[in-house]
């Protein structure tokens, strides 16, 4: 069974930082891409940021280029993403997910397992 399970959210204020975690269990986590999305009320999840399975390769959605940083440790299992500069428009659920396969991938449609979510707000 596989679990992920993020966790690092909270209410911040605008111009602050936050970092999120996602623990990885039940798989050999080291093999596989990551990705982290988001959600906000009344709209689609969308692609953040994901690395490929050494950490070697990144990429991000635009509207996060420099002030989000995706990063992992495979000796613990875990994927992070790095938040700064904050704005309310970085106001959603964040979800963590995992591709089976070692390069990234930006689509949605492409991760085989989701978690839960964490809520990030944002006040102005």
């Known amino acids: 069974q596989v679990q992920l399970v993020e966790s690092g959210g909270g209410l911040v204020q605008a111009g602050g930082s936050l970092r999120l975690s996602c623990a990885v269990s039940?798989?050999?986590?080291?093999?596989?891409?990551m990705g982290w999305f988001r959600q906000a009320p009344g709209k689609e999840r969308e692609f953040v940021a994901t690395?490929?399975?050494?950490?070697?390769?990144?990429y991000y959605a635009d509207s996060v280029k420099g002030r989000f940083t995706i990063s992992r440790d495979n000796a613990k299992n875990t994927v992070y993403l790095q938040i700064n500069s904050m704005t309310p428009a970085d106001s959603a659920i964040y979800y963590c997910?995992?591709?089976?396969?070692?390069?990234?991938?930006?689509?949605?449609?492409?991760?085989?397992?989701w978690g839960q979510g964490t809520q990030v707000t944002v006040s102005s």
């Open positions: 997910g995992l591709y089976l396969s070692v390069s990234y991938s930006v689509r949605r449609s492409a991760y085989d397992y």
């Open positions: 039940g798989r050999t986590f080291r093999s596989y891409a």
């Open positions: 690395i490929n399975w050494s950490g070697g390769s990144t």
